[in-house]
């Protein structure tokens, strides 16, 4: 069973994707945490050690970006999926480029979602 800690700034998009995966997932993946900012996912990810973190990019204070550095300083295997919203394609390739692994679109659909959480693991 794989751990997730879903980062997004929007409560109801944190919401959402926990909803998703928990459904989608059918308890062989567990949401075991949620941040609502960069300096919150990071302190999350040591204290949880998830084997997953869905990150937003855009975020108050420090963005996603920011947290992606510092839990890849951290751990530099850290599975890390940008979830961020259509025009945001040079951002999305900083942050593979700093090494999160994949990235799904805003508004997100399901299927994208599993795609890309089961491509994780295999």
Do not use: C, H, Q, Y
């Given at each position: 069973m794989a751990k997730i800690l879903i980062v997004d700034d929007s409560k109801f998009m944190?919401?959402?994707?926990?909803?998703l995966i928990e459904k989608s997932f059918n308890g062989t993946h567990e949401v075991v945490g949620?941040?609502?900012t960069a300096a919150?996912?990071?302190?999350?990810?040591?204290?949880?050690?998830?084997?997953?973190?869905?990150?937003?990019?855009?975020m108050p204070v420090e963005s996603g970006?920011?947290?992606v550095k510092k839990i890849i300083a951290h751990s530099p295997t850290a599975k890390i999926v940008m979830v961020s919203a259509m025009g945001q394609e040079k951002i999305v390739e900083e942050a593979?480029?700093?090494?999160?692994?994949?990235?799904v679109i805003k508004p997100v659909k399901t299927e994208?979602?599993?795609k890309t959480i089961e491509k994780m693991f295999s």
């Open positions: 944190r919401l959402t994707l926990k909803n949620e941040a609502g919150e996912a990071v302190e999350k990810f040591l204290v949880l050690k998830p084997d997953l973190v869905t990150m937003d990019i855009i970006l920011e947290a593979i480029a700093l090494g999160a692994k994949s990235f994208e979602l599993i």
